[in-house]
């Protein structure tokens, strides 16, 4: 397997490899299966958002929605409940890692962290294209330098946060925590980018 630094390149490769990066020890080239995970992942999360919309603007239409007192049974409330519920993208988040870490190689911290960072690799992916199309319309020049700042400073703070496994443990657990926490940051901003970039 051909390894590379961790977020070296991210966010159009506006700052070099860190400390960090290095210690986190490379990411996994994205995987086409993991790609597709991930994108069918958040297909269903659109439909499913669409299918809400729907249900409530239907129930909205046809009276305030909630459930009567003589339909009040648990599979109508259920029902009512399910239409409702917040459909969001970062229900996604584990979609490649959680399923490998329970095989075989992936229960050990570092089978663990090899799993998370296959992850990682397809939301840095993600992350890095919403970006490009983020920067390429912004427009004004104060507006694109801003936004440059911003995701300057997003980066800062990744990596800051995602270093205090390694300073508080230093431990065999730090590896996996480390890839966690790099995984939740990364796909929450790929989420995050996605939506306002376009």
């Known amino acids: 397997m051909i390894r590379r630094p961790l977020f070296a390149a991210s966010i159009g490769g506006l ?10 020890a490379g990411a996994a080239e994205v995987l086409a299966e993991d790609r597709a995970a991930v994108a069918s992942c958040l297909d269903l999360v659109a439909q499913a958002s669409k299918r809400q919309a729907e249900a409530i603007n239907k129930a909205q239409s046809e009276d305030d929605g909630e459930p009567k007192a003589e339909k009040m049974d648990a599979a109508e409330w259920l029902r009512h409940a399910g239409e409702r519920a917040a459909i969001d993208e970062t229900s996604c988040i584990g979609v490649v890692s959680t399923p490998c870490q329970q095989t075989y190689e992936g229960r050990s911290n570092a089978g663990m962290a090899e799993c998370i960072r296959r992850e990682v690799a397809v939301w840095d992916e993600r992350l890095n294209k919403s970006y490009k199309r983020w920067i390429d319309t912004c427009g004004e020049k104060n507006v694109c330098a801003a936004r440059r700042k911003f995701a300057r400073a997003w980066l800062a703070a990744r990596e800051a946060r995602c270093a205090l496994p390694w300073i508080e443990m230093q431990g065999t657990m730090a590896n996996p925590l480390t890839s966690a926490c790099m995984l939740d940051t990364t796909a929450r901003q790929a989420i995050w980018l996605d939506g306002d970039a376009q």
Do not use: F
């Open 15 to 24: 700052i070099a490899a860190t400390a960090l990066s290095a210690a986190v």
